[in-house]
């Protein structure tokens, strides 16, 4: 059974910093890529940050460059997104999501809860 699972989400005022992680289960075959993904309460699930597992190439949103640095790990399957100068507009639930297996399959955290607010 594959898992995504997302730690680091919580409450910060504007300006601060926090670090979302996210692991991927062993029987993720060969991931293609990870990333992360938000939404907010009335809009679409949007792109924030991904990254490409064997070469480590990157890709952010315009709204997040600057602020927010996507990494990995290979040997723990696990992504992190640093995510500093956080605006209110940041906020969201901020759902994690693996590429990979024989056919690119993609699979989904179950989110985690990211508000920024004084």
């Known amino acids: 059974q594959v898992q995504l699972v997302e730690s680091g989400g919580g409450l910060v005022q504007p300006g601060g910093s926090l670090r979302l992680s996210c692991a991927a289960s062993k029987s993720i075959f060969s991931i293609y890529s990870m990333g992360w993904y938000r939404q907010a309460p009335g809009n679409q699930r949007e792109l924030v940050a991904n990254i490409i597992w064997g070469g480590g190439s990157t890709n952010y949103a315009d709204s997040v460059k600057g602020r927010f640095t996507i990494s990995r790990d290979n040997g723990k399957n696990t992504v992190y997104l640093q995510m500093n100068s956080l605006k209110p507009e940041d906020t969201a639930v901020y759902y994690c999501?693996?590429?990979?297996?024989?056919?690119?399959?993609?699979?989904w955290g179950q989110g985690t809860q990211v508000t920024v607010s004084s």
């Open positions: 999501k693996a590429v990979g297996g024989i056919f690119r399959s993609g699979y």
